[in-house]
């Protein structure tokens, strides 16, 4: 597997606002690290959401990450819907 595009895992951290707890991006826990991007299978996309989403991908990170909130590729911010992590590996689905 080529780990050959680049992406950035957003953390946000909480905080006391004027009107209550608040979250804001937390910059020096954001990291930018080498991913594997891959299409859904129609099973798996079937699966996962239902019906089919031709709009949703796979992003293969190594090693283990927790805690993010977003993924952020050329420059456009996703959601991950399901996060799996494998041996030495994190696998996010974004649709």
């Known amino acids: 597997m080529r780990y050959d595009r680049r992406c950035k895992l957003i953390y946000y951290t909480k905080g006391e606002g004027v ?23 129609q099973i ?4 996962l959401f239902g019906d089919f989403n031709p709009n949703a991908f796979k992003v293969h990170f190594q090693g283990i990450h927790k805690g993010f909130r977003y993924i952020n590729l050329d420059d456009t911010d996703f959601t991950p819907r399901f996060i799996r992590h494998f041996h030495n590996s994190t696998v996010v689905i974004v649709g």
């Open 44 to 47: 798996e996309n079937t699966n």
């Open 19 to 41: 009107l209550g707890d608040s979250s804001k991006r937390d910059e020096d826990k954001t990291k930018l690290l080498p991913c594997h991007i891959n299409d859904l299978s």
